[in-house]
Structures are given as C-alpha cells and as structure tokens.
T-cell receptor, first 112, second 117 residues
Framework: DAKTTQPPSMDCAEGRAANLPCNHS???????VYWYRQIHSQGPQYIIH???NNETNEMASLIITEDRKSSTLILPHATLRDTAVYYC?????????????FGTGTRLTIIP | KAGVTQTPRYLIKTRGQQVTLSCSPI?????VSWYQQTPGQGLQFLFE???????NKGNFPGRFSGRQFSNSRSEMNVSTLELGDSALYLC????????????????FGSGTRLTVV
C-alpha cells in the first residue's frame, strides 16, 4: 500500500472549517483515498473516501488534487466533538485486499 | 442496526497466560479484520477472515491466531502473553471486500483493552 504523510497535529477554532492535508505522492491509479478518525479510546470511524473526484457527505468534503498526489479533508463547521486523530489511508479496491495501513495521523484539536 | 461488538471491553492477564477475544460483526458482514493499537506502534493489521478462512495476515508472531465461525463471528487468541502485548485490540467488519466494501469502508468496534502484568 502507498504511504501517506500528515502533519502530526493541528488546531482549529470551533465553528471554523478544519482543513486537514494529506500527501500521497506514490499513490497508484487503482488506489482510493480513505479518511478515518479515532476519538479517544474508541475504534476508528469511517469519514469519506474518493478516487479522483471531489466527494462530499454529511460529515465532510474530500478534495483530491488533479495529479492525485495529495488531498484535503474539510470539516466545514468544526465542533468540539470533532477533536480526534484523523487518518488518511490509500488502498486499492481489490477483492480480498481487506487491510488498512494506518500511519500516525493528525491529532486535530478544536479550540472553544 | 447493531454495530460491531467486542467482548470483553477490558481484560487483565498475567505474563505467560493466553487470552481469547471475541468479535461479532454487523449482520450480513462476512469479513472480519483484527488490529492491534499501541502507543509506540500505532494501529497495526493482525489478520482478516472471510468465510471462515484467513485471507490476509500481518507481521505478527504465531502466538497471535484467530478464527471465524459460520455466523461470521470471530475470535482471536494470543498465547504465552508478553508485557508488550498490552494494547487495544480492535475488530472491524465489512461486507466482503472490493467494490462492495467501498462505500462505507470498515466499521470498527470499540475494542478490547488488554493489560498484561
């Protein structure tokens, strides 16, 4: 699986948009970008994923650059409950490839 | 619908003992994966089971093993426990893999926190 690089920590004011970057310069053509988050002492929670187009769901938006070498997860109106470690993961959609390779993630702290 | 259920939530064992952890996936999910999370190594993939067969395996010693039952429930076993096995053990389920697991990815349980003393 391709590796990802994320800043170790970020702060964001409550109510503002939180923009979390991820670098995945070695991503292959068949690999998707996934984002998960982990709130303290809980299991990781799926947020969003995409291949090359921008994606949006009820939780967040995912912006993938045209060359697919980096992406940004956007939480449009951050709340205190968004304080968590955010993981950016790339993996192919191959049947039988049921493995997520987690990096160190970004610890996002929402400031009141 | 019910999420992924892991039991027990907390466990304390002594070095040299063995332990069995249980995971009940979301109804209809056939793939169950196990992960170990420690402060030093982060989240690491242990293995994945699908239709009662181990399909993928991470880089862990043979003391770590697992199995899956016909109802997709899974157990993992750690024998001859070491202090370094103290960790949060997470289970994740998905439908079956490939495109079918794409939309929602994996659903994780809350984990079993194992402490080895």
């Amino acid at each position: 699986d391709a590796k990802t690089t994320q800043p170790p920590s970020m702060d964001c004011a409550e109510g503002r948009a939180a923009n979390l970057p991820c670098n995945h310069s070695t991503i292959s053509g068949n690999e998707y970008v996934y984002w998960y988050r982990q709130i303290h002492s809980q299991g990781p929670q799926y947020i969003i994923h995409g291949l090359k187009n921008n994606e949006t769901n009820e939780m967040a938006s995912l912006i993938i650059t045209e060359d697919r070498k980096s992406s940004t997860l956007i939480l449009p109106h951050a709340t205190l409950r968004d304080t968590a470690v955010y993981y950016c993961i790339v993996r192919p959609h191959n049947f039988g490839n049921e493995k997520l390779t987690f990096g160190t993630g970004t610890r996002l702290t929402i400031i009141p | 619908k019910a999420g992924v259920t892991q039991t027990p939530r907390y466990l304390i064992k002594t070095r040299g003992q063995q332990v069995t952890l249980s995971c009940s996936p979301i109804s209809g999910h056939r793939s169950v994966s196990w992960y170990q999370q420690t402060p030093g190594q982060g989240l690491q993939f242990l293995f994945e089971y699908f239709s009662e067969t181990q399909r993928n395996k991470g880089n862990f010693p043979g003391r770590f093993s697992g199995r899956q039952f016909s109802n997709s429930r899974s157990e993992m076993n750690v024998s001859t426990l070491e202090l370094g096995d103290s960790a949060l053990y997470l289970c994740a389920s998905s439908l079956s893999g490939g495109q079918s697991s794409g939309r929602s990815g994996y659903t994780f349980g809350s984990g079993t926190r194992l402490t080895v003393v």
